[in-house]
């Protein structure tokens, strides 16, 4: 009978670990590394995830704020920049505006019509210069090919040849554009050819 073996007695057991992993020919396994486990626990991915979500409902918070301060200060700025406009337009009148009231203030036993003529006649060229200058033009002349985008035709007169029918006999009342858009269309008369001379 053989003796009986300890393990302490063993062959293999006396042999490192080293030493049989290289004679097995086998690489060993890599220990995890220490620190926090691979899988997040459910209270701290909560806790995490509620954070988070936190934040970016308090950025998009603000982000509300700032877009509602912007829109305000823009409507702010437009409504300064249309007042300006139009202190800008009446300050350009007020000249116009004093010759009118020196107009109406002549002594009425002294002044005669001419003189009176005269100066709404001299208001009148302020006025259409002054408007001239701020990019309003005058539309409708006589003669010119009537197009119902710029005139409005309010009577008809009839045509002497072939070639007044359909343009401008007489403006009643001029109209006026501002850059693109017309303001008011001229309301005119227009020459119409008769029927037996068409």
Do not use: C
């Not at 308090?58 to 301060?69: G, K, S, T, V």
């Not at 505006?97 to 006649?121: M, P, Y």
């Not at 408007?131 to 119902?148: C, I, Q, Y």
């Amino acid at each position: 009978m053989k003796p009986e073996q300890t393990p302490e007695s063993s062959p293999v057991a006396d042999t490192p670990p080293e030493d049989q992993a290289v004679t097995d020919g086998a690489v060993p396994a890599p220990e995890p590394p220490p620190g926090p486990p691979v899988v997040e626990p459910p209270e701290e991915a909560v806790r995490r995830l509620s954070g988070e979500l936190e934040e970016l409902n308090d950025r998009h918070l603000r982000l509300a704020a700032e877009f509602d301060n912007y829109r305000k200060r823009m409507v702010r700025e437009r409504a300064e920049m249309r007042e300006r406009a139009q202190a800008e337009l009446v300050r350009d009148m007020l000249e116009a505006i004093d010759d009118l009231n020196r107009v109406t203030s002549l002594d009425h036993g002294e002044a005669g019509v001419k003189d009176v003529l005269d100066g709404v006649e001299l208001v009148e060229r302020k006025l259409h210069a002054e408007l001239e200058r701020l990019g309003v033009e005058r539309v409708g002349s006589e003669g010119e090919v009537f197009d119902p985008n710029r005139h409005e035709a309010v009577g008809t007169m009839p045509a002497n040849d072939h070639e007044q029918d359909g343009t401008v006999a007489l403006v009643l009342q001029p109209g006026y554009r501002f850059g693109s858009v017309l303001l008011r269309p001229a309301r005119v008369n227009v020459f119409v050819a008769l029927e037996g001379e068409a």
